[in-house]
């Protein structure tokens, strides 16, 4: 921080290290041995809005480069908007690092574009008895926090210390619990 950033109140947040992304690759076979979830084959990139004709322009490139890259691998992509605004780009499929690596894909033409400040997170489902259970990348923070909705609003909070405990030897985990942010409405 500098002497002007901390003069006027600024902070500034870490640079995300995309390559962290591909950290859940291997987290995931581990989560499934010791936690009992399974990666349920769809992930979702979400950011903030972009203006209409930059944002359609950049959103059919990303979604032409993923479409390369997963053809043939069965991976599906489509787009929405949750009821906060939030664009999501979200990767379904049965080669869960095809998903991980179209993800890397899209946020890396971001970055590219000078718009890496409006990737929010990435959120990748699992599951438990058919219920979701979800990782959470943080692009701001650079690191991972489980998310167990169960109910309108409500989040089992001891199963997400639970996951955390165990994903921690192979993932990042956000040590903040403040900074584990609730998801309502996930469309991933």
């Known amino acids: 921080m500098g002497f002007l950033d901390s003069l006027f109140g600024r902070t500034r947040l870490p640079k995300s290290n995309e390559d962290k992304l591909f950290a859940m690759s291997t987290a995931a076979v581990g989560l499934e041995a010791s936690a009992g979830i399974k990666p349920a084959g769809r992930a979702g990139i979400v950011f903030k809005r972009l203006p209409p004709g930059r944002f359609d322009q950049l959103k059919k490139d990303m979604v032409d480069l993923l479409k390369i890259q997963g053809e043939g691998d069965g991976l599906a992509l489509e787009d929405k908007t949750d009821d906060l605004g939030f664009d999501w780009l979200i990767m379904a499929g049965t080669d869960f690092e095809n998903a991980i690596a179209a993800i ?13 400040d409006l990737l929010l997170a990435v959120a990748f489902r699992f599951e ?15 690191t991972y926090y489980p998310f167990v909705p ?39």
């Not at 890397?104 to 890496?116: I, K, N």
């Not at 210390?161 to 903040?176: N, Q, W």
């Open 104 to 116: 890397h894909s899209a946020a890396t033409s971001l970055l590219e574009e000078g718009l890496g």
């Open 128 to 142: 438990r008895e058919r219920r979701p259970e979800y990782w959470i990348y943080s692009y701001k923070q650079g």
């Open 150 to 188: 169960v109910g309108n609003h409500q989040r089992d909070n001891a199963e997400e210390l639970r996951l955390a405990a165990l994903g921690k030897a192979e993932l990042p985990v956000e040590p903040t619990l403040e900074r584990w942010y609730a998801l309502w409405g996930i469309p991933v």
